[in-house]
């Protein structure tokens, strides 16, 4: 390992300091593996994709693909509707879309079940 520890890569802290095989900032905890940090490529974000296997961004319309049954709802979200003006976010547990969807309001969807229009 070099002399100069890299940032932290969550709040790009330059205050790291190595603790055993980690490496640990003070400011925001982090912690990571050393080796991990050796590697000099930066981290690839994977895109998020819809249904076909088209890109999704910001800001774009989509359309559902299948009946989705809403929690709490008697209806469900029928094949076809529009949900305009999606933003992607960091998913839990696979849904990575917060959108609003018209008569259902906002939620977030999974991209496997919409397809961008």
């Not at 939620?107 to 079940?113: F, G, I, T």
Request: charged share 25%; aromatic share 4%.
């Amino acid at each position: 390992m070099s002399d100069v520890l890299p940032s932290c890569p969550q709040c790009s802290s330059p205050y790291t300091y190595e603790m055993g095989t980690l490496l640990v900032c003070p400011e925001c905890a982090h912690e990571w593996s050393a080796a991990a940090a050796d590697v000099d490529e930066e981290p690839q974000e994977t895109a998020i994709k819809d249904s076909v296997g088209n890109v999704l961004c910001d800001g774009d319309t989509v359309t559902i693909v299948k009946d989705l049954k809403v929690k709490g709802q008697a209806q469900s979200i029928k094949v076809g509707t529009k949900v305009r003006n999606i933003r992607l976010v960091e998913g839990f547990d696979g849904h990575d879309i917060d959108c609003k969807v018209d008569g259902f309001g906002p939620m977030h969807l999974k991209s496997s079940v919409v397809k961008k229009v």
